[in-house]
């Protein structure tokens, strides 16, 4: 499993839209790569003292971005994020 805790921003934004935000921040800055395994959803709550209830809502959240993937039982993995093409040389 990876340690990951997130650096969540002070905005007006909800705190799992924030989680979500900084996962994927922590992904394409190389942080956190393909095939991480995320904290469950009771330990990032726990290190966040949030509900497991709000990282439920930021993993679902993250997941419909694409970020990462999530089965029964075995936890919740980042994915790999495509990148644009590059755009045809001049």
Not at 28 to 49: D, I, K, M, N, Y
Request: glycine residues 6%.
């Amino acid at each position: 499993m990876t340690l990951w805790s997130p650096r969540l921003p002070e905005t007006p934004d909800p705190i799992y839209s924030r989680i979500a935000g900084a996962l994927e921040r922590d992904i394409r800055a190389g942080v956190l790569v393909p095939g991480s395994r995320l904290p469950t959803h009771r330990e990032l709550a726990r290190s966040l003292r949030i509900t497991p209830v709000t990282v439920t809502r930021a993993y679902a959240e993250a997941m419909r971005r694409g970020l990462v993937e999530s089965t029964t039982g075995r936890g919740t993995f980042v994915r790999a994020i495509p990148q644009p093409p590059e755009p045809p040389p001049p």
